[in-house]
């Protein structure tokens, strides 16, 4: 049964009510990564492999990391020639939830899966569990309306959360060479998302000596070099903007203090010899993260040396922005099937964080854009809901998507010339762009 103001694509059937009660279930498995407490992403990875395995499919694990499965299925359209001689699309979503928080903040049991007023709450219900499964329902649906050109892999992956091991670990295996495409089921509010923002995580560690509070003239403070740092970090922050004519909320640069470290609070009458400023930095593709690193480090080293310390800085991540074409045929084929379900065509955003399509675009060379259930700016807050209805909605459009990209000749689909496409328009900052 279809949503109301919901064209299907033909012949293909979405188990609405099965696809729901999925996704509450993958709510209310605890899958935030919690070391102390032995919680990791395996509730909700093996929820997702039997599913997968009770269609039939055969779910590759993979260990990120000990105790936090990536997982990965193959499904082979059957039609068109060989699945393996075929174009190859990607769904990727993952497994992992942020923590829940204070749950005095919550009006539900976050990981209850509670559904009030066609929604449905919970940790995780938006990012991305819904997502995750739209996408597996809609490739399901695709496989039993008939056969269809080339392969689809749907990839749960862990780890998104914190350092994308997942994505990582995935990219380095080799399981998606040759994929023409991916789309990242993460919720963007009904955007096609082209482009994600980069992103820079800077610890700044300031050197000093330490001495007696009553004695500061024998000491050198570092935490007096913590204000003239973080003002010089807003002082680039707006310099960045200005050069690059930058004035949204969401398309532009942003370098966020996220913590301070130093001193001891039980010995208020000692001097530290160490502190530490933890900058998030938030980049677009026209900002070049190497020079923007360069000149962080010369403001922190002038700002350090007029309080007489040291500073170090230490880039503890660094993810580029990445950029797909409009035009490209994993987009083109999303925007096509968008409008086919919805009747009218979707607006394109720009994701305000990264994603594990940044690290696929930078570590895989895979073009990959961003489209799913849930609204952009609901992830990781207390009382996180999904629409009910947005699922079907979503499942529709993914597989209507995949109809329509993998049956692209430039893609490798029916047809095709023997001349794989190029992803021309792509493109990236940093240390990696879009193939």
Not at 41 to 59: F, I, K, N, S
Not at 267 to 277: D, E, F, L, Y
Not at 409 to 422: E, F, I, K, L, Q
Request: proline share 7%; hydrophobic share 45%.
């Amino acid at each position: 049964m279809s949503t109301p103001g919901t064209t299907p694509p033909a012949g293909v059937r979405i188990d609405e009510a099965g696809l729901l009660a999925f996704t509450r279930d993958l709510v209310r498995a605890r899958s935030v990564h919690d070391p102390a407490a032995g919680l990791t992403e395996q509730p909700a990875a093996d929820l997702v492999a039997a599913r997968m395995r009770g269609y039939g499919w055969d779910p590759v694990i993979q260990e990120a990391a000990p105790g936090r499965p990536n997982v990965i299925a193959f499904v082979d359209g059957a039609g068109g020639g060989p699945g393996r001689d075929g174009p190859l699309l990607a769904f990727v979503g993952h497994t992992d939830v942020v923590t829940e928080g204070d749950r005095a903040d919550w009006t539900t049991d976050p990981f209850g899966g509670e559904i009030r007023d066609g929604k449905l709450f919970g940790r995780g219900a938006a990012d991305m569990k819904s997502g995750l499964a739209a996408a597996i329902f809609a490739v399901r649906a695709l496989q039993q309306a008939g056969p269809f050109p080339g392969r689809i892999a749907v990839c749960a992956l862990a780890d998104e959360e914190e350092l994308m091991l997942g994505a990582k670990h995935l990219a380095a295996s080799g399981l998606l060479a040759g994929a023409a495409g991916a789309i990242i089921c993460e919720p963007e509010g009904g955007e096609i998302c082209t482009i994600a923002k980069g992103a820079i995580r800077v610890r700044a560690d300031l050197h000093g000596t330490m001495a007696h509070g009553a004695m500061p003239h024998l000491g050198r403070n570092p935490l007096a070099a913590a204000g003239p740092l973080l003002a010089a970090a807003a002082g680039l922050q707006a310099e960045l903007r200005a050069e690059h004519g930058l004035t949204g909320d969401l398309d532009t640069v942003s370098i966020t203090p996220t913590a301070i470290a130093g001193g001891n609070s039980r010995q208020v009458n000692v001097i530290p010899a160490h502190a530490a400023v933890y900058l998030d930095i938030r980049t677009i593709p026209v900002v070049d993260h190497g020079i923007l690193l360069e000149r962080l480090t010369c403001l922190a080293r002038r700002a350090a040396a007029a309080s007489g310390v040291g500073v170090t800085l230490t880039v503890l991540d660094d993810r580029p922005a990445v950029e797909v074409s409009r035009e490209h045929p994993v987009v083109a084929a999303l925007s096509a099937a968008h409008l086919q379900v919805h009747g009218q065509p979707a607006p394109f955003g720009i994701v305000p964080g990264t994603t594990d399509g940044t690290i696929l675009t930078r570590d895989a060379g895979l073009p990959t854009v961003v489209y799913g259930p849930g609204g952009k700016w609901i992830a990781h807050q207390a009382d996180e809901f999904v629409e009910i209805a947005e699922l079907g909605q979503y499942a529709r459009v993914y597989a209507e998507a995949a109809r329509q990209f993998l049956a692209d000749p430039a893609n490798g689909g029916p047809g095709h010339s023997g001349r794989r496409h190029d992803g021309a328009g792509a493109g990236g900052a940093g240390d990696g762009g879009a193939a």
